[in-house]
């Protein structure tokens, strides 16, 4: 596979991996990845960060298999309603009798989908907006800026609940009103790194090898550009997380019955002087995975932005 | 002062950068202004499949759906529509509430004070907290100090403030009761103050009534310790990263060299230089406090701009939401714009050319 020649193939892995000379792409692209990686790793917050995630995961999808209760139908409303954390129900049952734990297992899906549904619309929006920007320059550059400028202005969480206000209430709405509120600051580091790729000898060689500055953007300029989006929008996990439990305990994001976090806090709300763990087990999922997202994402930080 | 103080030329030139610099940030507002009351204009007017409908709720009577339709000039052209609107925005003029059937501007008016109460009482903790904790972090790296203002800050980051408020509630007011319930004063005392600035404290202090202000600073230290928390990690944070900076520059080294002592390094040239891009912080942090504010009041009952908004959406309020919006948000610019501000005015580099 590899040239002998210039490198032999040395013993083990590692040594393949950390080697100062690549005999090809793969193995160069291999190589920095596992420099991050070591990277990354001796940062053992990030570490449980990143375990709490995947473990995130593994709840959400296996929720049907980690839960014991129905997150949705309720027990007898005779004798399971309000029950304290005990044996059977860890965390309790809420007012409809519904097992708290089995609720929170599948409302990790929520959670989960909220974040990656507002990533997938918000980074991209905002990654276009600022190498468009950035390389066009000029008076695009100027007018895609000031807009930037004008809804980094404006206070996130009222401007959701605005537009949840008039879009209705519910999840899809919650998530588009995230995302609009939340892709300026995307669109402002798309445009740093842009400005700072634009004048490099490499985009001048696309350049006069005839790309369309389309393709320049698209193939040459984003590319670059994805790593300190990666790690914005992962610190920013958490905020959207946050924003969607804001929105939730509002009553304007899920809906009832469904088990969103935001939406079991309010839930518990009424009864929280008296029979505080129906509020308290749902707001603390909340800030755990809050954390391990903020955990992960300062790693990162660490990790991939090697210029500090 | 300083420009007096000047050479001729110097300062000539210098108030004409001001001037610049001046027009440059009156641009600014218009446009972001601008940009406020088209985004309100487009959630009010545009989004909602019928905007009267959503404005006088679907149980409205005929008349009232017709002339509401008028009064909004429905049957014109957008672009009408928007002037229009902007010209009744700029008037103060956000229609009426359904849900109080007063004008907004009225209810906005009487609920702002208690939102700035709150929100200038949790930058205060936060703020006479915060600068301190960030500084001895950033004078001894790595001690426990330093890894409590991390702490701090992670938390801060990731815990949902409603429920913090909520668990506070449960923890100082039902189990301890150390502090009183949600509310803004007590019953007692609700209707023998007389409303005058609207901020409670003063009010009360004011007219003499001592007890009702030690009910109401009572009702107001655990909202605006919850904010003043979130201030707080926010503040210290940054306060530690501006030390960390100013204390590697060379004029501290020269400071040390010339035998200074380290107190005086520390709080007298270090924090000075510091504290230019802290006022900025600080400003900042207020008109976070001021978003953080809407579901905090809603914990705590708290009569502001907050409450006013999350009730008025229960009940699809859309001109008291939308005038709350405008509200908060010109709030919010105003803060940003004068940390800019600030910001030229004590960092006298960022004058210069």
Redesign the interface.
């Known amino acids: 596979m590899m040239p002998e020649a210039y490198n032999p193939p040395a013993p083990g892995w590692r040594e393949w991996l950390l080697t100062e000379r690549p005999a090809s792409r793969r193995q160069a692209r291999l190589g920095r990845a596992y420099a991050s990686w070591t990277r990354f790793a001796s940062n053992r917050l990030a570490l449980v960060g990143l375990a709490i995630l995947v473990l995130l995961l593994l709840v959400a999808v296996f929720a049907g298999l980690i839960a014991p209760d129905s997150p949705v139908v309720g027990g007898d409303l005779r004798t399971a309603r309000l029950l304290p954390p005990s044996a059977a129900h860890v965390f309790g049952t809420d007012d409809q009798g519904r097992d708290i734990f089995s609720r929170i297992v599948f409302g990790s899906r929520l959670t989960l989908m909220i974040v990656f549904l507002v990533a997938i619309i918000a980074a991209p929006v905002g990654l276009l907006m600022g190498t468009v920007a950035g390389y066009a320059g000029g008076w695009v550059d100027a007018t895609l800026m000031?807009?930037t400028?004008?809804?980094l202005?404006?206070?996130?969480?009222?401007?959701a609940?605005?537009?949840?206000?008039?879009?209705g209430p519910g999840i899809e709405n919650a998530v588009l009103a995230i995302a609009i509120t939340s892709w300026p600051p995307y669109a402002r580091i798309a445009r740093a790194e842009t400005l700072a790729i634009r004048n490099s000898d490499f985009i001048a060689a696309v350049q006069l090898m005839g790309a369309s500055p389309v393709r320049i953007v698209l193939r040459h300029v984003v590319p670059l550009c994805l790593s300190s989006l990666i790690i914005r929008v992962t610190l920013d996990m958490?905020?959207i997380i946050?924003t969607a439990?804001?929105l939730g305990?509002?009553?304007?994001g899920a809906q009832p019955p469904s088990p969103e976090w935001?939406a079991m806090?309010a839930d518990g709300?009424r009864f929280?002087?008296?029979q505080?763990w129906v509020?308290?087990a749902?707001?603390a999922a909340?800030?755990i995975v809050?954390?391990a997202?903020?955990?992960l994402g300062d790693g990162l930080r660490d990790a991939l932005d090697t210029r500090g | 002062m300083s420009l007096t103080a000047n050479a001729g030329g110097r300062s000539g030139a210098r108030l004409k950068g001001f001037g610049k610099a001046a027009s440059r940030l009156l641009i600014?507002i218009v446009?972001?202004y601008a940009?406020?009351l088209a985004?309100?204009f487009f959630?009010?007017r545009v989004?909602?499949i019928d905007p009267v409908l959503?404005i006088v709720g679907d149980r409205a009577p005929a008349n009232v759906v017709e002339r509401t339709r008028q009064e909004l000039g429905l049957d014109k052209p957008l672009y009408e529509q928007f002037v229009m609107y902007v010209a009744k925005a700029v008037k103060g003029d956000f229609g009426t509430s359904v849900l109080t059937s007063n004008p907004v501007i009225q209810d906005l008016k009487s609920a702002t004070p208690a939102t700035l109460e709150l929100a200038l009482a949790g930058t205060l903790l936060g703020t006479g907290i915060g600068v301190p904790l960030g500084i001895i972090a950033a004078v001894r790296r790595g001690s426990l100090v330093d890894q409590l203002v991390r702490v701090v800050g992670?938390?801060g980051?990731?815990?949902?403030?409603?429920?913090?408020g909520?668990?506070g509630?449960?923890l100082f007011?039902?189990r301890l009761g150390w502090v009183p319930g949600p509310g803004r004063i007590d019953i007692a005392y609700e209707f023998t103050v007389e409303r005058q600035t609207g901020f409670m404290l003063l009010d009360t202090a004011l007219q003499g009534q001592w007890d009702a202000f030690v009910d109401v600073l009572r009702h107001l230290i655990l909202p605006a310790a919850l904010l003043g928390y979130f201030s707080m990690a926010y503040i210290s944070r940054m306060t530690r990263s501006f030390m960390l900076t100013e204390l590697s520059r060379e004029y501290v080294v020269a400071a040390r060299a010339k035998g200074v002592g380290e107190f005086r390094i520390i709080w007298r040239h270090a924090l000075r230089n510091a504290l230019v891009p802290l006022v900025t912080v600080i400003a900042l942090s207020l008109?976070g406090l001021?978003?953080g504010s809407?579901?905090t009041e809603?914990?705590f009952s708290w009569p502001g701009l907050g409450l006013y908004?999350?009730n008025s959406?229960?009940n699809?309020d859309?001109n008291a939401?939308?005038g709350?919006?405008i509200v908060?948000?010109s709030m919010?610019?105003a803060l940003?714009l004068l940390s800019d501000l600030l910001y030229s005015i004590l960092d006298p580099r960022t004058r210069a050319r």
């Open positions: 000031r807009i400028d004008i809804f202005s404006f206070p996130k969480l009222v401007l609940l605005a537009f949840v206000a008039a879009l958490a905020g946050l439990a804001g305990f509002l009553g304007l935001g806090i709300r929280v002087l008296d505080w509020a308290a749902p707001g909340i800030f809050s954390l997202f903020n955990l | 600014s446009l972001t940009g406020l985004v309100t959630i009010g989004v909602p959503a992670l938390v980051y990731s815990v949902p403030i409603f429920w913090l909520l668990m509630l449960v007011y039902a008109a001021l978003e809407v579901l809603t914990i908004i999350t959406l229960q699809a859309l939401v939308l709350g919006t908060v948000g919010f610019i940003n």
